[in-house]
């Protein structure tokens, strides 16, 4: 049974930092594309990165480019999201997901692609 549970949201200050992390259990990285979506309240959810196979090419949405990075650590099974210089604009929940077995990163801006979600953590950024 796959599983995905995201930790590390808050609440921080505008120009602060998160590191959000998504422990997966009942599936590997090595052939799935990982991926981070946010939702804030009224909108639709949107992309925010994605990391290839075992930890491959990344892929980031331009709001956060420069300023999020995502990474996996393949012993520990768990996905991160470094989140610096976080903007009011960031607040939202941050969901976990994971694509079926050999997904396609090059749709990996698009939810559709992914089979699996976590419950989501939640994220406020102040002003």
């Known amino acids: 049974q796959v599983q995905l549970v995201e930790s590390g949201g808050g609440l921080v200050q505008a120009g602060g930092s998160l590191r959000l992390s998504c422990a997966a259990s009942?599936?590997?990285?090595?052939?799935?594309?990982m991926g981070w979506f946010r939702q804030a309240p009224g909108k639709e959810r949107e992309f925010v990165a994605a990391?290839?196979?075992?930890?491959?090419?990344?892929y980031y949405a331009d709001s956060v480019r420069g300023r999020f990075s995502i990474s996996v650590d393949n012993a520990k099974n768990t996905v991160y999201l470094q989140m610096n210089s976080l903007k009011v604009e960031d607040t939202a929940v941050y969901y976990c997901?994971?694509?079926?077995?050999?997904?396609?990163?090059?749709?990996?801006?698009?939810?559709?692609?992914?089979?699996?979600w976590g419950q989501g953590t939640q994220v406020t950024v102040s002003s």
């Open positions: 009942g599936i590997t990285f090595s052939t799935r594309v």
């Open positions: 997901a994971a694509t079926p077995p050999y997904g396609s990163a090059t749709y990996s801006y698009d939810a559709a692609r992914y089979g699996y």
């Open positions: 990391i290839g196979w075992s930890g491959g090419r990344t």
